[in-house]
């Protein structure tokens, strides 16, 4: 199993903030297992922490601002995709601002920053979210719209399509995230002439210059009326008849700004708190559409405590029949685990192929054969016992009995001709052969049963 990562040492960047232009410190700091991503102010008293997810968002104009009892922090996109994109799933952020700072306007600082100090593997798995069907989000009135396919991996195809001569129809896309570093992070944020006034009456991009910014100069005005402009904002004067981009940086890329905003997806996605393995198809994303579609999956996966697992009945299982008999004394007709597919130290995923031979049918029932409750719930037992025989030294020396089950439910028949997936995670550490554990029994999508059970290691007289 992939394990989570945080980072081996903390790094400090300063900058001034795009919005407000004030000078600006973060720190990103190690964290540990399950800890997500933070931001802590410590500019305000009591030093307030914000958890980065999806449902704090609570503004998206040029930037994301995460709120929360009336604490603010804007302009977080680009560091958030740095830490997804580099693989660091725990993090803590300090920052002494309402937002982080814009350095170049893009999330090249903090990959290199992250590649400096380097991550470490923690003790947990990474828990994925795997779409396994499509999910779609549109706005009608932009002509917005979000799809995510079930994918192997996290990719993006980005469309954007602007009313512009100069840039009218761009697409990037990225096929796995290793190209993030090399292919993404350096792409910079930018901003049409036109919007600057309404973005400056507006009290925004105080901070903003031809350094942090592309500018996209596309519609003609008058030079006296581009001075005032360029004087606003404290850059040089420009030739009002030169249309095009203007920034004291070439281009990384003809296509820099659609990379941009498959960056800045990359962003509003990390606020998801889970790794997402799916395809996202974007057309003039924007950073509001892009957090509808993160509250959306926040949505899917609290309505869901667990995902069925994924099976491939074309890859080798990690524990075959003839293994489990090696650590489960059970036997035919008693043995209702038939592969082991996934485990790590808290988990551990089991099936059972239920066919119609099987003897407790003869008389559950004859005319319409259902397996027994009880006997998902020793299944699931079963396959917990394999995971709690996992952690002791000879398993083999050892047996698992079952103290108490807590809050079963029944949700749906087992039939024959099923698959019964069996999903085991320790709700507690183990402490003197005690084990905690809550299961899931899954056929398809669909939960059939689940259950809190408790057992007891024992070593074998």
Known sequence: MTKQRTLKDSFTLE???????????VRFCPAPDNFGYKIKRVDLEGEPVLDAVAENVAGTNRGTVISKNGIQISTIEHGMAALYAMGVDNCLIEVDAPEFPILDGSAIRYVEEIQRVGTIEQNEPIDYFV???????????????????????????ALVSYDSTILDNQYATMENISEFASEIAACRTFVFVREVEPLLQNDLIKGGDLDNAIVIYERQIDQEHFDKLADTMGVPHKDATQLGYIN?????????????????????????????????????????????????????????????????????????????????????????????????????????????????????????????????????AQTGGILALSTVDEPKRYSTYFLKMDNVKFRNKVVPGDTVIFHLSLMDEIRRGIVSM???????????????LMAQIVKNK
């Open 15 to 25: 900058g001034k903030g795009l919005h407000t232009g004030l000078k600006i410190k």
């Open 131 to 157: 779409i396994k069907n499509k999910i779609e989000v549109k706005d009608e009135t932009t002509g917005s719209s979000l799809l995510v396919l079930p994918d192997n991996d996290f990719c993006i195809n």
């Open 248 to 380: 004291n940086k070439p281009l990384a890329y003809p296509n820099e700004p659609a990379r941009h905003k498959l960056l800045d997806i990359i962003g509003d996605i990390a606020l998801i708190g889970r790794r997402l393995k799916g395809r996202i198809i974007a057309t003039r994303p924007g950073h509001k559409i892009n957090n509808q579609l993160a509250r959306l999956i926040r949505k899917e996966i609290k309505q869901s405590e667990v995902q069925a697992p994924l099976y491939d009945p074309n890859v080798a299982p990690l524990m075959d029949l003839k293994q489990i008999k090696e650590l489960l004394p059970h036997r035919y007709p008693f043995l209702l685990v038939d592969k082991i597919i996934e485990k790590s130290n808290r988990h551990v995923v089991g099936l059972k192929n239920v066919t119609n031979t099987e003897n407790f049918f003869q008389g559950h029932f004859p005319e319409e054969p259902v397996m027994p409750g009880v006997l998902l719930i020793e299944a699931m």
């Open 438 to 452: 809550k299961g899931f029994a899954f056929v398809g999508e669909k939960i059939a049963c689940e259950a809190e």
